[in-house]
């Protein structure tokens, strides 16, 4: 068994900031890919971000030098501070990590609007 808790979402105005995060636990060993995804209404699923556990990071283009993930191997959690956010920012965001298979949170939605 695999549980991820997400934390961090809530309504913030645009240009403010907001930090997600998620902790893994479980069966969960070593974990290959932390990484966010998003989901907006009427829209597919979209990655946001993801970091493997050498560092590497992939960033969508819609997110790069506003959000900024990492994680914390000990912990086995990771985050995403999101900074200058905009109402297009707005969806539900999603915690996934890579082991053998994949393992997804429940989602933690984020408004962004004044």
């Known amino acids: 068994q695999v549980q991820l808790v997400e934390s961090g979402g809530g309504l913030v105005q645009p240009g403010g900031s907001l930090r997600l995060s998620c902790a893994a636990s479980?069966?969960?060993?070593?974990?290959?890919?932390m990484g966010w995804y998003r989901q907006a209404p009427g829209k597919q699923r979209e990655l946001v971000a993801h970091v493997t556990s050498g560092g590497s990071t992939n960033y969508a283009d819609s997110v790069k030098g506003r959000f900024t993930i990492s994680r914390d191997n000990a912990k086995s959690t990771v985050y995403l501070q999101m900074d200058s956010l905009k109402p297009e920012d707005t969806a539900v965001y999603y915690c996934n990590i890579l082991i053998i298979r994949q393992y997804w949170g429940q989602g933690t939605q984020v408004t962004v609007s004044s």
């Open positions: 479980g069966s969960i060993g070593s974990i290959y890919r």
